[in-house]
């Protein structure tokens, strides 16, 4: 399972990730597994990630990696068609509900808005439309927690909503960045204290248009975060 926290903060777009892998039983038991786990992939537009089961999580993370999309439409119809052939290999489990509604994608892609470069990101999750992608817009932040209650993740996206709108109203772009992203360490820090599938460290990508920057294993309280330039690996 997985902590996801995003924000869109106009010229780019802010995901944090843990890196908690857990194996859950038949009958919901969850097992951690390891905490070593790169949950954001670089693809050639952007990154691809998400939270659930990695049965349905990887083959469309790999695909997107290896061969990339023409279109957002193109990501959906693959991880639809990748929830139609789980529900069918899986039909007599009895936890094909909850993994179908426990497991979401998100993506990141550029695209140009009355001549001007912008990124996007959309993503799938079955609470908000089993049927289409979904969007954030710029300025807003977006959750993605297990482990916790409905009300828990609500209180946490609004309380990143809360930093993320002060922040874009009175500082510059590079101290939005850093306070944003060392707040998402802040609240990941404090869902994996209530929550045994979530890792108290994560990854944070900066992207922006195709242009990806990773910090790779950071927790709450360490000393500045240091981002590096996110390589394409491909698989054949």
């Given amino acids: 399972m997985t902590c996801i926290l995003v924000a869109h903060l106009g010229d780019e777009v802010i995901i944090a990730a843990d890196k908690r892998v857990t194996q859950i039983t038949q009958d919901g038991v969850k097992i951690p597994c390891g905490d070593n786990e790169e949950k954001i992939v670089r693809t050639k537009v952007g990154v691809i990630t998400g939270a659930g089961s990695l049965a349905m999580l990887d083959p469309v993370k790999s695909f997107v990696r290896d061969h990339g999309f023409n279109s957002p439409d193109d990501v959906l119809d693959l991880i639809l068609r990748t ?14 509900h909850a993994d179908l509604a426990e497991t979401s994608w998100m993506f990141t892609y550029p695209t140009v ?15 908000h439309s089993a049927e289409s992608l979904c969007g954030l817009t710029e300025g807003r932040v977006m959750c993605f927690p297990s482990g916790v209650s409905l009300e828990q993740a ?14 874009l109203d009175s500082y510059p772009t590079d101290q939005v960045r850093q306070l944003v992203a060392s707040y998402m360490l802040t609240l990941i820090s404090e869902v994996s204290a209530i929550s045994e599938t979530v890792s108290s460290t994560c990854d944070i990508a900066l992207v922006k248009d195709n242009e990806v920057m990773i910090a790779m294993s950071f927790r709450a309280g360490d000393q500045a975060l240091t ?8 698989h054949d």
């Fill in 154 to 167: 609500q209180e946490l996206q609004a309380e990143l909503q809360s930093v993320v709108t002060a922040a």
């Fill in 113 to 127: 808005v009355n001549g001007q470069a912008t990124t996007r990101f959309g993503y799938f999750h079955q609470h």
């Fill in 227 to 234: 981002f590096a330039p996110m390589a394409l690996t491909v």
């Fill in 83 to 96: 929830r139609d052939s789980f529900s069918e290999f899986h039909a007599e489990s009895p936890r094909l």
